[in-house]
């Protein structure tokens, strides 16, 4: 269960909880930190920080000074402060089929949204064309 959780895109995870990176140097992305470590383990205060790394090659992260690289699964970890396996699993679960949800809901209506710009669409050809009437003026 926890090997096929961590394979999902930790990139593609934080995409899902709408956190944006705000730095990207070569395959390293910086964020925001999502996690406090001050409430975790009596790290220091991170929130909102740029303290969060992913590795986009190795699909892992770190906090930049305060632990090693790591899956996603203690990230969720860290973000949720749970320690029971089934909990962080479920949460993990839960936000990517939303993502998924969302993400299939938007690309659907982008397909019926060109359908039928396709269906109005009719090019100057296919209209038929009318000669126009000159104006005539009277003086």
Sequence with gaps: MIDELNK???EEF?????????KREGNILTYN???DLETVWGGPNTFGKPTCLVD????????KYYTPWQPLFSFAEYMTGY??????????????????KRD????NNSIQND???????ISTADKKQTPKNKRKFKL
């Design 104 to 107: 299939e809901a938007h690309n």
């Design 8 to 10: 999902i895109k930790i």
């Design 56 to 63: 986009t090659e190795r699909n892992l992260w770190r906090d």
């Design 115 to 121: 359908a039928g710009r396709k269906e109005h669409n």
């Design 14 to 22: 934080l995409e899902a909880l709408d956190i944006k990176p705000i």
């Design 83 to 100: 320690y029971n396996e089934f909990r962080i699993a479920g949460f993990i679960s839960d936000e990517m089929a939303a993502y998924r």
């Design 33 to 35: 930190a999502p996690y």
